[in-house]
């Protein structure tokens, strides 16, 4: 009989006790659709020679379930980031406070008051939950909040800037995240870009003369993740203010990071924050939520109120409204800095302010816990597109590793999968990033794979054949 001819039907397999179990476990429509999957992979296998014999049924239903799993675990999950970098763009940047995660709990599992007012029992706005602590920390008139900072900028560029010419200095046609470029973000507003200056130097005179013709605003981009250094100059953010308000027109400053605390006394380099941008007189100012302010992903708008509330009809900024979530978990995080507890109790600061001596003892305590591995020193990295090349002292904890990349495979198989680097052939944990509450499941991962490790070398030296 034809092997083919031996493959079951999908109704004898789901009437197998272990057919039965998977239909309850994961619901018909996506189980019968997993068999038929399976069913015609095996077909396919054994048209083409790649496989001689059919599985029995026990062994099909096995990679029945497999790919049930594999269809079913969550592609969104939690890791823990032994990389040193604080903003890893790629593991979803900032942390939240633990304040913030609970806020966002309890306005998530029910209904809340994202656009209801209780006092006068009817219809509230959205904005008012941070539009308050938002001008209260930053000077600002007003506030209004989006789902990321590309979309503040386009959002502001779409309200005040439509088909007429907008001025940026050519230094400043930057590229951030995933290849989306400030200049097509501006294009796709409909505002004509005016290009002044060069790639290295732009001088005061280039605005006058690009302001000397009819022009909506003047947009400066801060250098939030890379630097021009050598034969370079740029005028100050108040200079371009000043000579930009001589001819009535609106200043933005795109921040970027938008840091509300000065980076510098944590031995960084001085990163702009919001605060100084309004007092240098720029009208409207947008940041990231998600970077160094510590919160989750959001475009903040902040600055003069006749602007904001341009941009807050605008019907674009209904598409682009920041949710209940994120309101929440923004909301917590700006109360942090109201009350100066942001450095205790907002994760990436808590990272930038450790000391090196609590990391280095932390390090201490991983090698005394695993048994293995050596204690250097390192340096740890800000990320996610801020204060580029700055960099804090660090101990890491390195293992030396025939296949450490192999190593590191195994590592983010992990049910809680951790996330690692190699430095100089060696794969190093740095502490400054693995959160304390997830410390013990770091070490016992590791300590797994270690013995896991170790057991696959003897045998390869017992049996080198």
Sequence with gaps: MSELRKLPAVDQLLGERSGSALLEEF??????????????????????????????????????????????????????????????????????????????????????????????????????????????????????????????????????????????ARSQLVEIGGGFRIPEVMAQSGAKLIEVGTTNRVHLEDYREALQTSVALVVRAHHSNFKIIGFTSEPDLHEIVEVSHERGVPVVDDLGSGALLDTAQFGLAHEPTVQESLGAGADLVCFSGDKLLGGPQAGIIVGKAVLIEKIRRHPLARAVRADKMCLAGLATTLLHYLKGEAVQKIPIWQMISASAEKIHQRALGWRESLGAGEVISGRSMVGGGSLPGETLPTSLLALELSEANRFLKRLRELPYPIIARVEEERLVFDPRTVLPEQEQAFLDGLNLVLKSTNQTSQKKRKNPL
């Design 27 to 168: 619901g018909r429509g996506l189980t019968i659709a997993t068999v038929r999957e399976v069913l015609d992979e095996l077909r396919e296998q054994l048209k083409h020679g790649e496989r001689k014999t059919v599985p029995d049924r026990d062994g099909i239903l096995e990679q029945v379930h497999q790919k049930l799993i594999e269809k079913t675990t969550p592609r969104l999950r939690s890791v823990i980031n032994a990389t040193g970098v604080i903003l890893h763009t790629n593991l979803g940047r900032a942390p939240l406070s633990k304040d913030a995660l609970q806020v966002i709990t309890e306005v998530s599992a029910g209904y809340c008051t994202l656009e209801y007012d209780l006092r006068r029992g009817g219809r509230g706005s959205r904005s008012i939950h941070v539009e308050e602590p938002l001008c209260s920390l930053t000077g600002a008139e007003s506030a209004v909040v989006v789902n990321n900072n590309a979309a503040a900028l386009l959002l502001i560029l779409s309200t005040l800037a439509r088909r007429r010419p907008v001025v940026i």
